[in-house]
């Protein structure tokens, strides 16, 4: 079942958000499974929403992205998880 995964950032700027995705991309850690994603910027930080094939995928994804994160200081705060119903691109 998919899931819709939101994270919502306090004090995450573009620039070290984009370092992230560079850092993520020069490891080799592919989101494998997400079907969606979007960053926001928002009044002090980023809203992150992105929708996975599954759990065991977002998991498996999230594995890869702590170390990365911590390396860059980034507190990534708890997710909220939810069931889709629909995801529809354009």
Known sequence: MAITVMFDFQGLTKGTYEQLIQNLIAAGAAPVGR????????????L?????????????????????????????????????IVAVAG
Do not use: R, Y
């Open 35 to 46: 079907q969606f994603h979007t960053a926001s910027e928002k009044p002090g930080g980023l």
């Open 48 to 84: 992150v929403v992105d929708v996975w094939e599954s759990v065991e995928k977002f998991q498996a994804f999230g594995a890869k992205l702590m170390p990365i994160a911590q390396g860059l200081s980034i507190a990534v705060p708890e997710p909220q998880v939810f069931p889709t």
